[in-house]
């Protein structure tokens, strides 16, 4: 059996902006600055690791109270965000057919590793129809530290279906060296996928044990997945 762990932005679906829009419209509204996340560069960051840098860019500490404001608003504006029209806003190419495929099959569980938190990584998830995929999670909730959360995944698994998985049974999929890094930290193999920020090139420079340009291959894609770990190359 593999343990196949998904990151959501940039790899999953495109929000069109909807995450960090919700995010600043909470800012603004807690902590009175406006546009507080300008120049901070989201993709493979943990929610409450961006959080850090934008009330250190404001000369804000951290303070556990305001932020359970803010991330009680943040929720609560980011399915607003969402069901705005969007022109960016989209699954990625071949994500349904590939988690349809994926979810019949009897040797796979379906997870995700997201620097999201839980609550609004689901929404995500929910408003592209897709939350119903997936068995287990690991969150920035878990960890602010994206490199942490792996274990949380492998515990989940064990906890509900009682097996017992390494690291070396583990696929993360993800778009950024942030997803790399946070998989061959504990030795789980990686495909990074070219739709986000970053190409197939720096990709594989990070670490990836495998790339492909996007998810719309099904075949190809589930045979990378699903075979015995063997060599290193991007998927042309």
């Not at 495109?14 to 546009?35: N, P």
């Not at 939350?131 to 878990?142: H, M, V, W």
């Not at 044990?209 to 699903?226: G, K, M, Q």
Request: charged share 30%.
């Amino acid at each position: 059996m593999k343990l196949i762990l998904f990151d959501i932005d940039g790899t999953l679906l495109h929000s069109g902006g909807a995450g960090k829009d919700a995010m600043i419209r909470a800012f603004e509204e807690v902590f009175g600055v406006r546009d507080g996340f300008a120049g901070i560069h989201m993709s493979g960051k943990t929610d409450p690791g961006i959080l850090r840098e934008a009330l250190e860019q404001a000369g804000l500490r951290w303070d556990e109270e305001a932020v359970g404001r803010f991330k009680k608003r943040y929720f609560e504006l980011i399915g607003e965000e969402l069901r705005k029209p969007r022109p960016s806003q989209k699954l990625m190419p071949g994500v349904r057919q590939l988690l349809d495929t994926l979810k019949a099959r009897r040797d796979v569980v379906l997870g995700l590793l997201t620097g999201n938190w839980r609550e609004s990584g689901l929404a995500k998830l929910a408003h592209f129809g897709i939350d119903g995929f997936f068995e287990i999670g690991a969150f920035s909730d878990d960890s602010e530290n994206r490199e942490e959360l792996l274990p949380f995944a492998l515990e989940r698994l064990r906890s509900r279906r009682g097996v017992e998985l390494g690291p070396r049974d583990v696929w993360l999929v993800g778009d950024t060296p942030r997803d790399v890094a946070c998989g061959i930290v504990h030795g789980a193999h990686v495909l990074g996928v070219g739709t986000g920020r970053y190409t197939e090139e720096e990709l594989l420079r990070a670490g990836a044990t495998r790339t492909v340009p996007d998810l719309s291959n099904t075949r190809r894609v589930v045979e990378l997945l699903t075979e015995e770990f063997g060599g290193d190359g991007a998927e042309n």
